[in-house]
């Protein structure tokens, strides 16, 4: 069965300080991979996705992602924070190379406070 | 996103009562699900549906059923509510041609259960 395990419940930082949300992943073939981020009292939205190719993936609002088979993670990173990127960030991971990998299998979330 | 829609958007009932939480997509998609997201667990995923025709069971289908009454209409029924099905709910839709799931949810529905 696959999981995803994200290591921070909580974190908080100052306005311009970088951020590396850690996520790692259990399953036992391809994967695919996403961030998704939920704003407070919004619904989910992706921020990034790996499917294939270069691991190294750029997302909406200056966020990128790493992935690192030999480690089963893909850490979520941004080089400065600002303010409204206060939300809540869920990795997820589901099977890949085809249409029948339907499950997308969600971790806690870890909750983004940034002070001003 | 407007594409996936949900109504109502908060709900408060009693205990025991039945209560049938609507999502409505206009994506074209063929997949559909369910899910409940409760603090500090992320989300579960609840029922979810490949087409009109095949519905199936998530990790915490207990408690819940379905109705997939078209491609764009998938409902989520709780037959008699208990207060810990207190929950924000999320409905959600794939397209099965880009292989992956890449998901797209609606807004959410929260339910509280006295």
């Known amino acids: 069965a696959q999981s995803v395990s994200q290591h921070n419940h909580h974190v908080i930082l100052s306005e311009a300080a970088s951020l590396e949300l850690g996520c790692n992943y259990s399953?036992?073939?391809?994967?695919?991979l996403f961030w998704y981020v939920q704003y407070p009292g919004q619904h989910l939205q992706l921020l990034l996705k790996?499917?294939?190719?270069?691991?190294l993936v750029k997302g909406i609002k200056g966020f990128e992602a790493e992935f690192i088979k030999s480690k089963f993670s893909f850490n979520l990173r941004k080089p400065s924070v600002q303010w409204s990127d206060t939300a809540e960030y869920f990795c997820?991971?589901?099977?890949?190379?085809?249409?029948?990998?339907?499950?997308?299998?969600f971790g806690k979330g870890t909750l983004l406070t940034v002070n001003p | 996103d407007a594409d996936v829609t949900q109504t109502p958007r908060n709900r408060i009932t009693k205990t025991g009562k039945r209560i049938m939480l609507e999502c409505s997509q206009t994506k074209g998609h063929d997949r559909m699900y369910w899910y409940r997201q409760d603090p500090g667990l992320g989300l579960r995923l609840i029922y979810y549906s490949f087409d009109v025709k095949d519905i199936n069971k998530g990790e915490i289908s207990d408690g819940y059923s379905v109705s997939r009454q078209a491609q764009a209409k998938f409902s989520l029924s709780l037959e008699s509510a208990i207060p810990n099905q207190t929950a924000l709910y999320f409905c959600?839709?794939?397209?099965?041609?880009?292989?992956?799931?890449?998901?797209?949810f609606g807004p959410g529905t929260r339910l509280t259960v006295t």
């Open positions: 959600a839709t794939s397209d099965p041609r880009t292989g992956a799931a890449e998901q797209y």
């Open positions: 399953y036992g073939g391809t994967v695919n």
């Open positions: 997820a991971v589901s099977g890949g190379g085809g249409g029948s990998n339907y499950k997308l299998t």
């Open positions: 790996y499917f294939s190719g270069d691991p």
